[in-house]
């Protein structure tokens, strides 16, 4: 599904990311790890298209097209969804609007009619239930107002409405509570399906008590320097980033 | 040719012109209005016209609006229109009573001067000096008398008519009066209109102006609006202008508030070859209140230009200026905003903010904000900016499937809409919303295919 081989990224002439290679298969769920600056959000705006950050070198396929060619737009119709790390406020855009503007491209793009404004008012009901939304904040503007949680919430709510293929979601559970982070939880879970595939960027180890990930990758100064399977997470919760560093020093 | 050689040229072409055609121009107006002009037409020549570059017009090239050689009609209009084409509104949900007037004459529909359901009574200017002379005597020319501006003694000079609005005392109207203004011509026209609206103590009353260019002849429009809200009345005063590239319009507006009273005032420029709009708010009484806001959407080649002075003459008053602009391709304007404040008027509340998206590097907009303090205990604030789409925005609306046109059309829209929530007549705020929408969307390209659906 996804295939990044050898990515060097940069931002200002600054170096980032020094060569990521990842494998994403449908079906599978992988999580990222690594301290603060290590990459992460840089590394999941390149997947979602923000041209900020240039990219030097190296490829990413996702299902057998170059994505780097296409547009955020384009990404996002073709199934790849960013759950932002910090989510943008946009004052007079409303959350209504919004979503019904986004679903119904998406729906062009898949040559289906738009929903009719029973059937989109329907769907957002389901999917406020879903993440157990505060009603209220959908009547506002996009993000306008709301804390930090509910920003998170936001965004799987957006994920849960826009029904993705790859979701990436970048920190997703920093800064919730237990409850919190079982609504996003659910809302990945709910999405799970043989054909999909989600990348968790994280870290805390807790998410991953309820999002059971196939693999986890530490990313460190730009390189994924460890790949395993979900015990790499309960080993570095237990050992800390500092074994990590050590190891990279030794590499 | 030098700019003084100039000034007075056109300024002699002007008192040329009145002097052959005073006759023409009295005759076809009314007693009260024509007492008013030898004074009008001396200042004129003391005044002249103003001169780009000066301190009030800085940017503003008044004279080559007036360059065109353009027709001046003092006499009965020569177009006939069909009355129910113009009166035919089929806007659901804007329910209005709608006068009209056509290249600066009321249109009259049988009756010069009416009351409307509710109490209001509107009409002819003309007319209503006949009729009722106590009030006009008293207002006409009141406010605007003291402008420094040669072009408002130009319009008080020729004005023939216009519209006028009567909401007597105690009395609260909640359907908006509509005054529609069209040009439609087949020469090339200007036309001077103008306009009294009064609001006796307590009353209550809106507004809604809607300026047309029904033909693609070039228009100029120099009007005069002067507005009386006395102790405690409300009023509310929406001004829509979509006029054809071709056309140059001039508006001056004198609003004068009394105690406890309040003005909000929107001015919405979404279509216009070159706009400039003066706006004098005085207010005379404690607790009054104003509110002056303004949206504009430019591109091409066309000039917007809002000039604001509001004059807090009194104490405990407050007033809000927030103007916001989209301009496109090579469009350009200016705004300034003045905030006057007397030594006595303390405890001053004064805001103002000037907002600008220049969607090209082409694109240039001035922004001056001017406050002169003399009282101590006040708070005033001003603001502007000037700036791009926010790109974090974009991008975020993008990273959902909008693709990028419909996602700073959203941002571009939402941008506008903070100034349209102003305005306090939902139906009124829906009908703006919608044409905003569409001239964004770049579908409001024919000046009357405006969703008034009036003309
Ligand atoms: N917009 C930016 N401008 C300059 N430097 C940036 C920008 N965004 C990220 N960086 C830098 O890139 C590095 C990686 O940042 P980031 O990808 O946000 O890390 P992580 O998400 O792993 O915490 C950091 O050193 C950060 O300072
Ligand atoms: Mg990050």
């Known amino acids: 599904m996804l295939v990044i081989k050898d990515l060097v990224a940069s931002i200002e002439g600054l170096k980032i990311l020094k060569g990521v290679s990842l494998e994403v298969k449908a079906g599978e769920v992988h999580a990222i790890m690594g301290p603060n600056g290590s990459g992460k959000s840089t590394l999941a705006s390149i997947l979602a298209g923000r041209d900020l950050f240039s990219v030097d070198s190296g490829s990413i396929m996702y299902n057998g097209e170059n994505l780097l060619d296409k547009s955020p737009e384009e990404r996002a119709k073709e199934g790849l969804f960013l759950g932002f790390q910090y989510p943008i406020e946009i004052p007079g855009v409303s959350m209504v609007n919004f979503m019904k503007t986004a679903i119904n491209e998406m729906r062009k793009h898949r040559g289906e009619k738009p929903l009719s404004a029973s059937e989109f008012l329907k769907k957002m009901r389901e999917k406020k239930e879903l993440v157990e939304i505060d009603s209220s904040l959908t009547n506002r503007s996009v993000n306008e107002g709301f804390s930090g949680g509910e920003k998170k919430k936001n965004e799987i709510f957006q994920m849960a409405m826009l029904e993705p293929k790859l979701a990436i979601l970048d920190e997703t559970d920093s800064g919730l509570d237990i409850d919190a982070l079982k609504v996003v939880a659910r809302g990945v879970n709910n999405l799970k399906s043989p054909d999909s595939a989600t990348i968790v960027i994280t870290h805390y180890q807790r998410l991953l008590d309820y999002i059971v990930p196939d693999f986890v990758h530490i990313l460190y100064r730009g390189r994924i320097v460890r790949s395993g399977g979900k015990e790499l997470a309960v080993l570095l919760e237990e050992k800390g980033y500092e074994l990590i560093r050590q190891g990279e020093v030794n590499l | ?455």
């Open chain 2, 1 to 455: 040719m030098s700019t003084i050689a100039e000034k007075k040229s056109l300024t002699d072409q002007f008192l040329n012109l009145y002097r052959d055609r005073a006759d023409e121009i009295s005759a076809n107006s009314a007693p009260l209005l024509n007492t008013h002009r030898d004074f009008a037409v001396k200042r004129l020549g003391q005044l002249g016209f103003p001169v780009k570059g000066s301190e009030e017009y800085r940017y503003a090239d008044i004279e080559s609006v007036f360059r065109n050689d353009l027709e001046k009609q003092f006499g009965e209009n020569k177009v006939s229109i069909d009355i129910r084409d113009i009166f035919h509104c089929d806007v659901p949900d804007l329910d209005t009573n709608l006068l009209l007037l056509v290249n600066g004459r009321y249109y009259n529909d049988g009756q010069l001067i009416k009351e409307l359901p509710g109490g209001i009574i509107a009409g002819s200017l003309a007319e209503a000096s006949r009729k009722y002379p106590d009030i006009i005597e008293k207002h006409y020319n009141n406010y605007a008398i003291g402008s420094k501006d040669g072009l408002v003694a130009l319009n008080t000079a020729f004005a023939q008519d216009g519209i006028f609005i009567y909401v007597p005392k105690g009395v609260k109207v909640e359907k908006p009066v509509q005054v529609v203004n069209i040009m439609i011509s087949d020469n090339d026209l200007m036309a001077q209109h103008r306009n009294l609206f009064i609001a006796e103590k307590d009353s209550e009353m809106k507004i809604v102006v809607c300026d047309h260019s029904l033909s693609a002849q070039r228009f100029l429009t120099n009007s005069v609006n002067e507005v009386y809200t006395a102790e405690g009345a409300q009023v509310s005063l929406t001004r829509i202008q979509n006029e054809h590239n071709g056309s140059a319009q001039i508006t001056h507006s004198f609003s004068h508030q009394e105690t406890r009273s309040r003005l909000s005032a929107s001015t919405i420029s979404l279509h216009g070859g070159f706009i400039r709009n003066n706006l004098f708010v005085t207010l005379n009484g404690e607790h009054a209140e104003n509110q002056s806001t303004g949206l504009y959407l430019s591109d091409k080649g066309q000039y917007i230009d809002n000039f604001v002075h509001i004059d807090h003459a009194s104490a405990n008053c407050f007033s809000n200026q927030l103007y916001k602009g989209v301009l496109d391709d090579y469009a350009s304007g200016s705004f300034t905003g003045r905030i006057l404040v007397r030594r006595d008027a303390q405890k001053t509340n004064a805001y103002q903010s000037n907002n600008n998206i220049l969607l090209t590097d082409d694109a240039k907009m001035y922004s001056h904000p001017q406050l002169e303090i003399y009282a101590d205990d006040v708070k005033c604030s001003h603001g502007s900016t000037m700036g791009q789409l926010d790109e974090s925005a974009l991008f975020y609306l993008r990273s959902r499937g909008i693709n990028h046109r419909e996602s700073r059309l959203l941002l571009m829209f939402a941008f506008a809409h903070e100034v349209i929530q102003n305005i306090k007549v939902p139906a009124l705020q829906e009908r703006i919303d919608d044409l905003v929408n569409k001239r964004l969307r770049g579908e409001l390209s024919r000046c009357n295919n405006c969703a008034m659906q009036c003309g």
